[in-house]
């Protein structure tokens, strides 16, 4: 009895018996050949992408001259016997094979694991476990506190100022769901450059990547990291899609100090809060940042702009000037309607009546002025309207500027409300010009 290792890149097709002595005959894929063995050497060889029928080329002087005929036939009838289809089968059940060290328990052999496959298998559990600890490890050490320190902040706001008569900015972002706890809604809402993302990272370590928005936003908490510092998460806030990344709209916007005029301006970046709501972030000229509330847009139509906000500016640290309570001026910018878009619409329409032929407002025109309530008014150009009147000469040769003004200040009693200073201006001057045709004689020159 004698014991035959069967290798487990090898096939067994059957016995040829040589000499008297047993021989396995076996099969073993080399590259794109089959080889085909008996015993220690290789007999002949099997292409399947020239042979087409042929299973066998058998190589010369490699088996005895006396049985060589014999023997090839022995071998050719193992073969045909086994089939190409199994032949070529040889490579998947090679794999099948690598599991295990076979043996044939005919003839006295074990079937075990081989040894060296387990120590194998061993080796690879404990290169998995080392290598998960290695990547748990790395991931606690990227799970770092963002801070402040980590990015550069262009402007704050506080949280709780009072973005309407209602609620907090931070209350509205909290209805939002980007507020997440009590330490975020009473921090601050910082301004970034958008590229300063980068430098912070998700829960998971991951690299942040800002918008394409000029300024993004981020929550300053009141917790501080291992630096002493105020830690940051970055806020998903949307751009304003209807506006753009970049507005080209102008809208009108109230200044903290109830000193400064209404303005009609552009902001680099609008942020969505939560439906029509936005954060208007607007870049000054010495590079300090504004940052407006809008609780929502006109609603368009007939007759109404669209798709316009009303920006209410918000105290930060360079602006502490607020606007003082929720007084009857400031109320169709602050407060909160069940109607909403119809209150912006009508502070919208109230603030185009003083604009300028270029569409552009008065440097006079304050918060009266598009509060949505006509009653409110803080001026109503009557005196400029005369003063542009007597620079014509039609006018000035017929009247005084006394009787001037009255004819404006009627006019300007039963003017239409959605009508602008420049449309009034035009039209008055028309009439006062009909008049003073109609005069033409009554009067010295």
């Known amino acids: 009895m004698y014991s035959i290792y069967i290798k487990k890149d090898m096939k067994v097709l059957g016995n040829v018996i040589v000499k008297g002595e ?112 290695q990547s748990k490890k790395q991931k606690k050490e990227h799970k770092t506190e963002n801070t402040t320190g980590d990015i550069q902040i262009k402007q704050e706001v506080a949280m709780d100022t009072m973005a309407t008569d209602m609620d907090s900015l931070g209350e509205k972002l909290e209805k939002a769901g980007k507020i997440k706890d009590s330490d975020e809604r009473h921090g601050k809402l910082g301004i970034v450059e958008s590229d300063e993302l980068d430098n912070l990272r998700d829960e998971n370590g991951k690299r942040l990547e800002g918008h394409s928005s000029r300024y993004e936003t981020v929550v300053i908490t009141n917790k501080t990291g291992k630096d002493g510092k105020p830690i940051v998460r970055a806020l998903d806030l949307e751009n304003d899609t209807q506006e753009g990344t970049n507005p080209e709209e102008q809208v009108y916007q109230v200044s903290q100090n109830k000193n400064q005029p209404a303005k009609k301006g552009d902001v680099l970046t609008r942020l969505k809060i939560q439906g029509q709501e936005t954060i208007g972030i607007e870049k000054r000229q010495y590079g300090e940042v504004e940052v407006y509330h809008s609780a929502d847009k006109t609603i368009g139509g007939n007759g109404m702009e669209g798709n316009k906000s009303l920006d209410k500016q918000l105290e930060t640290s360079n602006s502490k000037n607020a606007v003082e309570g929720m007084d009857e001026q400031t109320q169709k910018l602050s407060q909160e309607y069940q109607d909403g878009y119809r209150s912006v619409e009508a502070s919208y329409q109230e603030a185009k009546q003083h604009e300028n032929a270029q569409e552009e407002p008065c440097e006079e025109m304050e918060q009266e002025d598009l509060d949505g309530n006509p009653n409110t008014a803080k001026h109503n150009h009557i005196d400029d309207t005369v003063e542009l009147l007597m620079r014509n000469d039609e006018i000035a040769d017929k009247f005084t500027k006394r009787e001037v003004k009255e004819m404006v200040e009627r006019a300007w009693d039963r003017k239409e409300e959605d009508k602008t200073l420049a449309e009034f201006q035009k039209d008055v001057e028309e009439d006062i010009e009909a008049d003073a045709e109609n005069m033409r004689g009554e009067r010295g020159r």
């Not at 001259?65 to 089939?83: F, P, R, Y």
């Not at 289809?85 to 006295?108: A, C, F, P, S």
Request: net charge negative; no cysteine; charged share 45%.
């Open 22 to 133: 047993e021989k396995q005959l076996r099969v073993k894929k080399d590259g794109e050949l089959y080889q085909y063995i008996l015993g220690e050497k290789v007999v002949g060889v099997f292409d399947p992408n020239v042979m087409a029928d042929s299973l066998i080329i058998f190589r010369e002087n490699t088996l005895e001259n006396a049985l060589s005929d014999q023997i090839k036939d022995e071998i050719t009838q193992i073969i045909e016997k086994t089939g190409k289809e199994e032949i070529l089968e040889t490579e998947r059940e090679q794999e099948q094979q690598k599991e295990e060290n076979v043996y044939d328990k005919k003839m006295g052999y074990e079937k075990t694991i081989g040894r060296e496959k387990e120590n194998e298998a061993q080796e690879k559990e404990k290169k998995t476990e080392k290598d998960d600890k």
